[in-house]
């Protein structure tokens, strides 16, 4: 045997440690799976639940490969730390813009841009709108948020269905500034409201080719990541004048021809209030002469009338914080008043005086934001998200004229977050959850439930449902209490699109937080 350093053994190679890895994927995959096997929970609520359970498997995985892998320690560091890098290239080229219906983080390249028109001085040149040949409300008009009568049903025009031969036509389409407005339609007028930088804009265009006309700006911006940035209520069109309601609280009155503004409030200073969570988003109501929208919140009132001629504060009415469904005008039980829909409660208020005709507990611990849907002479449906449901209240008037409220039912089966409900042929129609669905007004039961549309807008025409799905997609449905009946599709946009539509004749007007477009519809003869 030769002289020599003894045999030294190089200590066996360790294998991979599988085992942690898998027993963390099997556990993460198992509790996704017990999510979303909860078909009773909202979308919402499934992404909410399944998003920690990913994020926790996902750093655990992290500790695993690091400390318990037994892979070589410098593969290790250098699969940790590039990963980490990734993060951090990946945090410095995207950024979160907004969230889906569904509540899915929607991610944006940092360095877009949108060109936008440089918002104009505060009032606009007096004869913008010279080259018009008319501007007056007519039958045509859709001068307000879900249009003439508020309730995003509209008895006409007649519109074609066989999209494959006659397809919609889109006339103009360029960028806007980010707001959750929708059109109000005026003759050859429409308007909006839009961001543009740190000014809050309402901002009037030509019908027929998308021209900017007139602007008025204010400086205020609204802006968080959930919720989006700029305003959310719609223009309201009465006669010459125009009533809008900014994000932060900014009341505003303008002369439609010139965009003069006439009168203003800070409805947040005035009040010692704050602005709401999720903005400003009632769109004004215009009844009897007064204007009239959701006050502050913490301001001690639920709602605030003013004198749309002047601007005078005439009344403010109830007592809880407002919410993000607009004030609808109604005849209930013989009774004209003014339905306001808050998280604590549903309630009923005398347009002339304030005064609270009605109240019922909504119990709610989410964010309500649907329009209620009339169902007849003394009935109204009331519907909200995130697993909450619909109301079916019931209204009744006794001899010396006082009101009173029951609930007839309560159902899942209608969970509407923002979206346009409505009734016809003795049922509740519109998007639960983002699904279109079908429910009883009886009892509440479901009809049916069939087409993942997310939480788009729609407008009842005729027999017809023009729904402009959230992907940006416009559809065209026959609803009936048996089925939905899709009869056609046809792409607008390609990014969420929560916006309320406008249909004027022929002319729809459509729009996102990013674009809007005139889609010119043919009419079936």
């Known amino acids: ?63 695993w490969w690091t400390f318990f892998s037994r892979v070589r320690l410098r593969l290790r560091l250098a699969i940790t730390f590039g990963f980490i890098g990734l993060l951090a290239v990946g945090a410095a080229l995207f950024r979160i813009r907004g969230v889906s219906g569904d509540l899915v983080p929607i991610l944006e390249f940092r360095l877009a841009s949108r060109a936008l028109p440089i918002a104009a001085p505060a009032e606009a040149q007096p004869g913008a709108v010279s080259t018009l040949q008319r501007f007056n409300v007519s039958a045509d008009s859709f001068p307000q948020f879900y249009g003439p009568d508020r309730n995003g049903i509209l008895s006409g025009p007649r519109l074609e269905t066989n999209w494959a031969a006659h397809p919609p036509a889109i006339i103009w389409k360029h960028n806007v500034g980010a707001a959750w407005s929708g059109f109000a339609i005026v003759g050859d007028l429409c308007l909006t409201q839009e961001q543009r930088g740190e000014d809050e804009c309402v901002v009037a265009y030509e019908l027929a080719t998308g021209k ?8 205020a911006r609204y802006n968080t990541t959930i919720a989006g940035e700029g305003p959310r209520a719609t223009p309201t069109v009465v006669s010459n004048r125009v009533f809008t309601c900014g994000a932060t609280g900014i009341l505003n009155c303008f002369d439609l021809a010139t965009g003069r503004r006439i009168w203003t409030h800070n409805v947040v200073a005035e009040s010692g209030g ?15 002469g007064l204007v009239i929208i959701h006050s502050a919140e913490n301001s001690g009132h639920l709602l605030s009338a003013f004198h749309a001629e002047d601007g005078r504060p005439a009344w403010s009415g109830g007592t809880v914080n407002p919410a993000y469904a607009s004030p609808t005008l109604a005849t209930l039980a013989g009774v004209r008043q003014v339905l306001a829909f808050t998280r604590p409660t549903v309630s009923g208020y005398d347009p002339t005086s304030g005064a609270m005709l009605w109240e019922l507990p909504w119990q709610s611990s989410d964010v309500v934001c649907a329009q209620p849907a009339l169902a007849g002479s003394n009935r109204v449906v009331f519907s909200s998200a995130y697993g909450f449901g619909a109301k079916l209240i019931e209204l009744s008037c006794d001899a010396a004229g006082k009101l009173s409220a029951q609930q007839l039912w309560k159902s899942i089966r209608m969970k509407s977050k923002f979206a346009h409900i409505f009734v016809r042929e003795g049922c509740l129609f519109g998007l639960d959850d983002g699904m279109f669905a079908c429910v009883d007004l009886q009892d509440g039961s479901q009809r049916w ?64 937080d990013l674009e809007a477009a005139c889609v010119r519809l043919i009419i079936s003869p």
């Open 449 to 512: 439930k069939e087409g993942r549309y997310g939480h788009g807008q729609g407008l009842l025409v005729g027999d017809l449902y023009l729904l402009m799905a959230e992907t940006g997609e416009l559809v065209l449905l026959r609803p009936t209490p048996d089925a939905p009946n899709e009869l056609a599709r046809f792409r607008v946009f390609g990014s969420k699109t929560w916006n309320p539509i406008a249909l004027a004749g022929d002319w729809l007007l459509v729009r996102n």
């Open 212 to 219: 900017q006309l007139w602007l008025h700006s204010d400086k």
């Open 1 to 63: 045997m030769a002289e020599g350093k003894p045999n030294e053994t190089q200590p066996p190679a360790r294998k991979l440690r599988w085992w942690p890895a898998i027993l963390i994927l099997v556990m993460a995959a198992a509790g996704v799976v017990w999510v979303r096997a909860h078909h009773e929970w909202a979308f919402q609520k499934r992404n909410l639940t399944a998003a920690p359970i990913l994020l926790i498997a996902a750093f655990l995985l992290l500790v």
């Open 274 to 288: 704050k602005v709401p969570g999720w903005g400003f988003a009632s769109s004004p109501l215009r009844v009897d």
